[in-house]
């Protein structure tokens, strides 16, 4: 042991105590955020200053935003699938999926609407997504058309929102208003349209994906905007699993800077039904804000690298 830094003592003690809980523990939560999926290659909603080209992300993902300038907010969302389809999932997602087959008493909230925990085959029945997915569409108009939730993994989902590559600047296909610069240097691959330097087109609706059923009215990414609810079954089982009589033992708190409501609420509901609660994230200012108690544990580093470990 003379070789492990003090650090790596102390982490292994942490580990170790973490480990000893778990192994007792019969219901455990886990709440997922962004830093999740980092390592697969997808940009954190603070990552880039919570920017995506000049837009404040938030602020994109709200139905307001949608009817103000919906051929935007659809380039804003084909961007994510496209994203998420070329991204794997981590280590941190198998782990996870694993640690669900051996716990039926183990139930996942995910912030995350990548679609990559589904894709590590994590079991449907223990993996509540809070703000939907990116791969579900249905119609805006939900009075009377209510089309969908349906899957759609299509990418580009309608022509107009292809990705521009760059192409060789003399030939006729390279898009114009794309600099000789910008194609060159990213000749035959996807020219990245997070950088605002990219132009993009003003889409009208009629480039815009059409509901299948009315044929009338705009098709919607199937995630949860800022200002809506979440979606009543999921709530319902959340809730149904966090007031059952048994106390929870743990909740683990991954990649998230716990700041959108309700989700980051579960923490605190957990802990009033006697959970501990380990945290593991890049940043050991992103802590919970209901504050640190005796007993809790937080685990600095990758969550690609460190849940594999506490989950082994
Ligand atoms: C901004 C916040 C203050 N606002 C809210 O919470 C609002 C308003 C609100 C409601 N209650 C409140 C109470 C108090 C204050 C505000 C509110 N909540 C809502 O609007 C919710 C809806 C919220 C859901 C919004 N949709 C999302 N996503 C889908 C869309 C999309 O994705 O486009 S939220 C979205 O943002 C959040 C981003 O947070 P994180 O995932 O944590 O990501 P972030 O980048 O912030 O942090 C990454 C972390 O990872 C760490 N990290 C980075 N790399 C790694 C690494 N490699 N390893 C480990 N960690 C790492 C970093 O250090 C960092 O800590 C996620 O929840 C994500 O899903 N709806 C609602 O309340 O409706 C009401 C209602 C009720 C009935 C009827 C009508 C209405």
């Known amino acids: 042991t003379s070789s492990l830094t003090a650090d790596a003592v102390i982490d292994k003690e942490r580990m170790d105590s973490f480990h000893a809980h778990l192994s007792k523990s019969t219901r455990?939560?886990?709440?997922?955020?962004?830093?999740?999926?980092?390592?697969?290659?997808?940009?954190?909603?603070?990552?880039?200053?919570?920017?995506?080209?000049?837009?404040?992300?938030?602020?994109?993902?709200?139905?307001?935003?949608?009817?103000?300038?919906?051929?935007?907010?659809?380039?804003?969302y084909s961007y994510r699938r496209h994203m998420a389809m070329q991204a794997q999932p981590n280590a941190a997602h198998y782990a996870l999926a694993e640690l669900s087959r051996k716990?039926?008493?183990?139930?996942?909230?995910?912030?995350?609407?990548?679609?990559?925990?589904?894709?590590?085959?994590?079991?449907?029945?223990?993996?509540?997504l809070l703000h939907g997915t990116l791969f579900e569409v249905r119609c805006m108009d939900r009075d009377v058309c209510r089309y969908g939730p349906e899957a759609n993994f299509t990418d580009p989902i309608c022509p107009a929102l292809a990705i521009p590559t760059g192409a060789d600047p003399t030939s006729n296909e390279a898009r114009k208003g794309i600099s000789e610069y910008l194609h060159t240097k990213h000749q035959g691959k996807d020219l990245d349209i997070s950088d605002a330097a990219v132009p993009l087109p003003d889409l009208a609706p009629e480039d815009l994906p059409i509901c299948p059923q009315c044929k009338k009215h705009l098709l919607r990414p199937g995630v949860v905007w800022f200002g809506e609810s979440l979606p009543s079954e999921v709530l319902q089982t959340v809730d149904d699993f966090i007031n059952q009589p048994e106390k929870i033992d743990i909740i683990i708190v991954i990649?998230?800077?716990?700041?959108?409501?309700?989700?980051?609420?579960?923490?605190?509901?957990?802990?009033?039904?006697?959970?501990?609660?380990?945290?593991?994230?890049?940043?050991?200012?992103?802590?919970?804000s209901g504050g640190w108690e005796e007993g809790d544990w937080f685990f600095k580093g990758d969550a690609a690298q460190i849940v594999p470990r506490l989950l082994e």
């Open 255 to 288: 990649g998230t800077s716990a700041k959108v409501y309700p989700a980051a609420g579960y923490i605190e509901e957990a802990r009033d039904k006697g959970a501990r609660v380990c945290v593991v994230n890049m940043d050991e200012n992103d802590r919970p």
């Open 103 to 128: 716990m039926p008493g183990f139930m996942t909230l995910s912030q995350n609407v990548d679609g990559l925990s589904q894709r590590a085959d994590h079991p449907r029945e223990q993996l509540q």
């Open 28 to 76: 455990v939560l886990s709440l997922l955020g962004a830093g999740l999926s980092a390592t697969s290659g997808l940009p954190t909603f603070r990552g880039a200053g919570g920017l995506w080209r000049t837009h404040d992300s938030i602020s994109l993902a709200t139905p307001e935003a949608f009817d103000a300038n919906p051929g935007l907010v659809w380039q804003f």
